[in-house]
């Protein structure tokens, strides 16, 4: 067959920030990944309320008399715990978990490691990188603390040989009290003290991404109900506010994310905004609109914390914008960037499926935004997927309403990405714009990526309409994966990019500037449709499901249940209401339901194709 293109331009304009990418700390994307620090639970904060079997000493061997210490000598009011060293003892800490190969640090041979630790009291410190049998990766380095109040002290450690399995150990002379005990490449990405890890950023640079959308996804709303704990002045089990995460690293307290593994916020809103910039791409937050999916399903009947949060979304346009002599802009450049980081776009909650309720929450913090900041972009949400009555309730009232943009989200088979390249040939013209937040062709195999790209085609043709897509999520640490398919793949010390990441790569370096009209003439082959009624997409999809039925390309069944007898068919769970846990991708989510569920995920597969199914169905 022959494609033709043209005549000239008179298509739409592609934007330079079309293609961006969607950060959030899923799969250690964050600590563990992206963010370099490469001591676990540095400041002694896990606790044992966020998840069995976490405690102060998480991740670190302590052979001596040491104990965790949450009293009012303490480093500050949210970086709690301490370490009490009352005699001589050896501290060692193996860094994140990687179950295939053990947890371990990762060092090369000639590069230098920024070691730092708070302390308290008279005592010699020494600290040394080596295996787990104890064999020398550094010579030592000796510090010695000095008073009785807090104080930071830092040294360099030089690795003598290349090791994936490196510790790292701090032995006392004698009685000390320790917290944020810390070890940094001192090779960042740009060289930035408390930065990146250099192959992932650089990797995420090699994009060439138009903007950064951040910190989540789930991360961000889930929740958000809960009130501020300000007796303790303490976050625990909160959502992800910006305000959690400037200044100082020593005073960012620690909190459990959504994706069940502890953040530091040592990678944070300055981080964030300094990165974008770093890469030359817009900086786009997503703040949680107290609503929460992510399958729980809640909205805040507190207003008091709703105002307090639509302040703070103000506070951050003043933080990332405002002038020095501002009260927040003042501490963005107290942070090291005087210059305002020019955001223009935020984006207000993530996949809410309570429509009504997300709609009320998002029109305050709108109207507040738009009355003090009207040049803002302030992107609206579809809800949870593309199908069903949330996405079409809330796509309504953005069209009637006249919102700047919309947050589309959805992870479908390749047979649906092709099948669906025309999707927005027939949106509105006039109406809201839209932001493609989040999509993957679910696997990551070749053929996955090549849906994408071909449906990227589509989202260009309409970049009148389409302003921003981004594939998701970026990063994933091969031994802690909570979402998969991902765009970058690592470990402890290398990375890897699947083919979704070179399509990626590809539409991000090669942005056009004006859609040109194309005609194809001659016999083209269209997919056949697989069909059937497919909880492709996860746990938090809504619909009934009966009479499932996967049939392949040429007709024949792949799979098929009727759900005749309720808890069989190898679905193994009925759920009556209330509330229950369903399992995906390695996660488990707690979720309150009104009416009788029956959930199972099942994975059937052949060849290229590999479907996740969840059937829900109602009694
Ligand atoms: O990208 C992974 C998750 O998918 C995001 O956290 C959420 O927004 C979506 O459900």
């Known amino acids: 067959y022959t494609i033709t293109a043209g005549p000239q331009p008179t298509g739409a304009t592609i934007p330079k920030s079309m293609y961006g990418v969607f950060f959030e700390d899923i799969n250690y994307a964050a600590d563990g990944g992206l963010y370099a620090e490469l001591v676990r639970n540095r400041s002694f904060e896990f606790n044992g309320t966020d998840a069995a079997g976490w405690n102060g000493l998480?991740?670190?061997?302590?052979?001596?008399?040491?104990?965790?210490?949450?009293?009012?000598?303490?480093?500050?009011?949210?970086?709690?715990?301490?370490?009490?060293?009352?005699?001589?003892?050896?501290?060692?800490?193996a860094g994140f978990p990687s179950p295939s190969t053990g947890s371990a640090i990762a060092v090369k041979k000639g590069?230098?490691?920024?070691?730092?630790?708070?302390?308290?009291?008279?005592?010699?410190?020494?600290?040394?990188?080596?295996?787990?049998?104890?064999?020398?990766?550094?010579?030592?380095?000796?510090?010695?603390?000095?008073?009785d109040?807090?104080?930071?002290?830092?040294?360099?450690?030089?690795?003598?040989?290349?090791?994936?399995?490196?510790?790292?150990?701090?032995?006392?002379?004698?009685?000390?009290?320790?917290?944020?005990?810390?070890?940094?490449?001192?090779?960042?990405?740009?060289?930035?003290?408390?930065?990146?890890?250099?192959?992932?950023?650089?990797?995420?640079?090699?994009l060439k991404?138009?903007?950064?959308?951040?910190?989540?996804?789930?991360?961000?709303?889930?929740?958000?109900?809960?009130?501020?704990?300000?007796?303790?002045?303490?976050?625990?089990?909160?959502?992800?506010?910006?305000?959690?995460?400037?200044?100082?690293?020593?005073?960012?307290?620690?909190?459990?994310?959504?994706w069940g593994y502890n953040q530091t916020y040592g990678l944070g809103y300055y981080e964030y905004f300094q990165f974008s910039e770093d890469i030359g791409a817009m900086p786009l937050p997503v703040l949680p609109a107290l609503v929460t999916g992510c399958g729980q399903n809640r909205a805040t009947v507190d207003e008091a914390l709703l105002q307090r949060h639509i302040q703070d979304a103000l506070d951050l346009i003043e933080y990332a914008n405002g002038p020095v002599t501002s009260t927040w802009g003042k501490l963005r450049a107290q942070s090291g960037h005087p210059k305002p980081f020019g955001m223009t776009t935020i984006a207000v909650g993530n996949e809410e499926n309570l429509p009504n309720e997300y709609w009320a929450n998002f029109l305050k913090f709108e109207s507040a935004i738009k009355a003090k900041y009207p040049d803002i972009t302030v992107v609206s949400n579809s809800g949870p997927d593309d199908t069903g009555a949330t996405f079409d309730n809330l796509w309504a009232k953005?069209?009637?309403?006249?919102?700047?943009?919309v947050d589309e989200h959805y992870y479908n088979s390749p047979s649906w990405f092709l099948q669906n390249n025309a999707r927005y040939d027939s949106y509105d013209r006039n109406g809201p714009k839209v932001f493609l937040g989040e999509y993957a062709s679910l696997d990551n195999k070749l053929f996955n990526s090549l849906a994408e790209a071909a449906y990227m085609t589509g989202l260009e043709r309409n970049a009148d309409v389409v302003k921003m897509a981004s594939y998701a999520p970026l990063l994933a640490h091969v031994d802690n994966v909570q979402w998969k398919p991902d765009m970058i793949w690592f470990d402890n010390d290398e990375s890897w990019?699947?083919?979704?990441?070179?399509?990626?790569?590809?539409?991000?370096?090669?942005?056009?500037?004006?859609?040109?009209?194309?005609?194809?003439s001659g016999a083209v082959v269209q997919p056949k449709p697989i069909t059937g009624a497919i909880g492709l997409s996860t746990w938090r999809t809504a619909a009934v499901y009966d009479d499932v039925k996967v049939t392949r390309p040429d007709g024949t069944v792949l799979y098929s249940d009727d759900f005749t007898d309720g808890n069989a068919d190898g679905w193994t769970?009925?759920?009556?209401?209330?509330?229950?846990?369903?399992?995906?991708?390695?996660?488990?989510?707690?979720?309150?339901?009104?009416?009788?569920?029956?959930?199972?995920?099942?994975?059937?597969?052949?060849?290229d194709y590999d479907y996740t199914l969840k059937a829900t169905k109602t009694a």
């Open 209 to 258: 991404p138009g903007f950064v959308r951040f910190p989540g996804g789930c991360l961000v709303n889930t929740g958000s109900m809960y009130a501020y704990d300000a007796a303790n002045n303490y976050p625990r089990a909160r959502s992800y506010q910006w305000k959690d995460t400037v200044g100082p690293v020593e005073t960012r307290a620690t909190n459990k994310n959504f």
């Open 149 to 206: 109040t807090w104080s930071k002290y830092t040294g360099t450690l030089t690795a003598t040989a290349t090791s994936d399995a490196a510790r790292l150990s701090v032995k006392t002379s004698g009685a000390v009290k320790l917290d944020e005990i810390s070890l940094f490449p001192r090779d960042t990405y740009k060289g930035r003290a408390n930065g990146l890890r250099k192959d992932l950023a650089q990797k995420v640079a090699d």
């Open 58 to 93: 998480t991740g670190w061997t302590v052979a001596g008399p040491a104990a965790v210490t949450n009293d009012d000598q303490r480093l500050n009011e949210r970086n709690r715990n301490y370490l009490t060293v009352s005699g001589a003892a050896t501290l060692t800490n």
């Open 573 to 607: 769970a009925v759920q009556p209401r209330g509330t229950w846990t369903v399992t995906n991708g390695g996660y488990a989510q707690t979720t309150t339901d009104t009416e009788d569920t029956m959930v199972k995920a099942a994975t059937i597969g052949e060849s």
């Open 497 to 520: 990019g699947s083919t979704s990441y070179q399509v990626q790569k590809l539409f991000m370096n090669n942005v056009g500037d004006r859609v040109v009209p194309t005609s194809v």
């Open 111 to 147: 590069d230098r490691y920024v070691f730092s630790v708070w302390a308290r009291a008279q005592a010699t410190l020494t600290i040394e990188m080596h295996t787990a049998d104890g064999a020398a990766l550094s010579a030592p380095l000796t510090i010695a603390t000095r008073t």
């Open 398 to 405: 953005n069209r009637e309403h006249g919102s700047d943009m």
